[in-house]
């Protein structure tokens, strides 16, 4: 049998602990279905007194995550730490520099240094696994890494955010507000005590530009991406789109079109008989699209500590199966120095139906002049409808357009004109309808 695989923790928080658990627990298994021992031997966190819940008196403890990073004790660097700066950056930039394989769950890290801490482990010769940082326990890394060669992706697209979805999902169930919702969320431990990072999109967006990176082979660009978040979506919002055959959920979504890669983050409609529509509560899915396989969905938990550690254990495993003098897969995909630069398609150009909710004065030629707005621009509706706004709001009516397929300029520029003409009593609705099958 080969030499035991010697391990470094650093963070030991809820699923630091879980993957120390694990490795414990199920070290016979994983010892059968790898050929050698995986032996935690060095850990890092803040409180060296804290109850984990775990066993790791026989581990060397280090205050500073670099020096561990930096020890001859181990073989596999484990960061769990998070932060895109900092601790997280500097050991893990050690770790690879010293010839030490990584595996990391901080989708934040990668999304801003990911291609450069590449390019390190790709000149040392060394593993950078982070298959936890996307989607949790789902193995989309590994699938689109590893498992889909010749594939030419056209479009990945998904949900990608546990706590989003889980807003979504109750305040369709069961009717109630998406501030009733968040609080929930928040209570069960769902939601940050801050959640702007979950609930703005920006989650979404760290793990959509790493899926994008392997996607099209390009450099990250997170900074890049058209980003909406969830808060203003409202019940009137969740029923209207139940009214026409769809549901609201927040999506990634990333395709290569004639002028770019489009990056966008933004709550979508999409119909209720897809597949992706039936991903309830805190699951995630991802949607890959390529011209040999056509569709591939993956689904399963995107949070949580067993989620993530079974995502880091199987990166963990993955080094413990490989052996010296083996070619490994490029971190992205492609060579880190043969990424291409990414090249931003513009997003008023997106093409695709729309969702338009407006609360305007009930008056005679509101309705006239809504339709001459959306011809003037050239754009056809599928489907409009009018209804009074509430039994409190008598001189307020809601129209609800359904276009078809239009651009995003050309709806902007609509609904801006009936802004202007002073028809509106409350800012304008726009949700994107996206094909999902």
């Not at 056509?294 to 550690?309: K, Q």
């Not at 993955?318 to 880190?336: L, Y």
Request: charged share 25%; glycine share 10%; net charge neutral.
């Amino acid at each position: 049998m080969a030499e035991a695989l010697r391990v470094g923790i650093a963070g030991l928080g809820t699923v630091g602990a879980s993957v120390a658990r694990v490795l414990r627990d199920k070290a016979a298994e994983l010892t059968r279905q790898c050929g050698r021992d995986i032996v935690v031997t060095a850990v890092s966190a803040r409180d060296p007194k804290r109850d984990r819940g775990v066993d790791l008196g026989a581990a060397k403890w280090f205050d500073d995550p670099v020096k561990l990073a930096q020890t001859a004790d181990i073989d596999v660097f484990i960061e769990l730490i998070g932060g895109d700066e900092g601790p997280a950056r500097q050991a893990v930039k050690a770790a690879l520099e010293a010839g030490r394989h990584v595996v990391t769950a901080n989708k934040a890290l990668l999304a801003k240094h990911g291609v450069a801490l590449a390019e390190i482990a790709e000149k040392k010769g060394v593993l950078l696994n982070y298959e936890a940082a996307v989607a949790g326990g789902i193995p989309v890394i590994k699938t689109m890494r590893e498992s889909m060669a010749g594939n030419a992706v056209t479009r990945v697209f998904g949900i990608l955010n546990g706590t989003c979805n889980y807003i979504l999902t109750r305040m369709e169930a069961e009717g109630i507000s998406f501030d009733a919702c968040l609080k929930d969320a928040q209570r069960l431990g769902y939601a940050e005590a801050d959640p702007t990072f979950d609930i703005e999109g920006h989650d979404t967006a760290h793990k959509l530009s790493i899926l994008t990176s392997l996607a099209f082979g390009t450099r990250i660009a997170a900074n890049d991406i058209y980003m909406e978040g969830i808060s203003n979506i409202t019940q009137a919002d969740i029923r209207a789109a139940a009214d026409l055959g769809y549901r609201i959920k927040l999506l990634g979504v990333a395709q290569r079109t004639e002028s770019g890669i489009e990056q966008r983050v933004h709550p979508t409609m999409v119909p209720t008989a897809s597949v992706i529509a039936q991903v309830h509560g805190v699951i995630n899915a991802v949607a890959i699209e390529t011209d040999i396989l056509g569709e591939l969905l993956l689904s399963g938990p995107g949070a949580g500590g067993n989620a993530t550690a079974s995502a880091v254990i199987g990166d963990i495993a993955d080094i413990a199966k490989s052996r010296p003098g083996f070619q490994h897969a490029p971190v992205f995909g492609w060579p880190a120095k043969e990424l291409e630069p990414y090249k931003k398609a513009q997003m008023r150009s997106h093409a695709g139906g729309y969702f338009i909710r407006l609360t305007v004065h009930d008056r005679t030629g509101v309705f006239a002049a809504i339709a001459k707005r959306m011809a003037d621009n050239d754009i056809s509706l599928e489907s409009i409808v009018q209804q009074a706004a509430g039994p409190q709001t008598q001189a307020q009516k809601t129209v609800i357009l359904v276009t078809h397929e239009t651009t995003e300029a050309a709806v902007r520029k609509a609904v801006d004109g009936i802004t202007k003409d002073g028809h509106l009593t409350d800012k304008a609705q726009v949700i994107r309808i996206e094909r999902a099958e």
